[in-house]
């Protein structure tokens, strides 16, 4: 899609919403296993589009993501959070959601985890959504991490992923392959109230971030 329409047709666009499209599978990566998967010590994820990237945002209806666990004890606990990237330099930022923390079995062949209703949780058309572990004790043989899927189905994401480096965040990238992890999304696109002329500035830094990592 042309960079410019998209530029115009968000500054049209305003933050007072109501929701009228009908929910539908926003984003995909679900169907390709690539067979492999990344395992971090740190809170880590993926910053994905979802399908109705002409839209600023979506209520997210369902989430569902797959996970592996090797080695485990019994008191191994995972936590899901969506941010904004609206931190400096197009880091995650605002905070959307936090599932709290909740038990995770072993899973040395990948295990699917669905969050059930999320309630209502309005995210961009861009962000990231992350995953912490606790629990899970590297000196005693214990690993967990996040199954690598591609190409993604519905939606989009990148090469990269964000992981955390005390208070800030960094981007990392994995060696010969894409850092694309499993999820499956369902949510409804939010189309905004005419008239509406508050913009989102920071909407407007989400594009900018999109075309620059896009290049």
Request: aromatic share 10%; net charge negative.
């Amino acid at each position: 899609m042309n960079k410019s329409l998209i530029a115009v047709a968000a500054l049209g666009l305003g933050y007072f919403t109501v929701p009228v499209v009908e929910a539908k599978t926003v984003y995909d990566n679900a169907t390709i296993s690539l067979n492999k998967s990344l395992l971090e010590t740190v809170e880590f994820g993926d910053q994905i589009i979802l399908d109705n990237s002409f839209l600023p945002l979506s209520k997210l209806d369902s989430f569902i993501f797959q996970y592996v666990g090797t080695g485990f004890s019994g008191n191994e606990a995972a936590q899901i959070k969506f941010y904004k990237n609206d931190g400096a330099l197009g880091k995650p930022g605002s905070l959307v959601f936090d599932s709290g923390s909740f038990e995770v079995p072993a899973a040395p062949d990948g295990a699917t985890v669905d969050l059930g209703d999320l309630g209502v949780v309005i995210v961009p058309s861009s962000f990231t959504w992350t995953i912490s572990f606790t629990g899970v004790d590297a000196a005693a043989g214990e690993a967990a991490g996040l199954s690598l899927y591609g190409p993604v189905k519905v939606g989009s994401g990148f090469t990269d992923y964000w992981a955390r480096s005390g208070n800030d965040w960094a981007l990392k990238t994995i060696p010969g392959s894409d850092a694309s992890f499993a999820a499956l999304i369902n949510g409804t696109p939010v189309i905004p109230e005419p008239g509406t002329v508050a913009l989102s500035i920071a909407g407007l830094a989400l594009l900018g971030l999109r075309f620059r990592r896009q290049a």
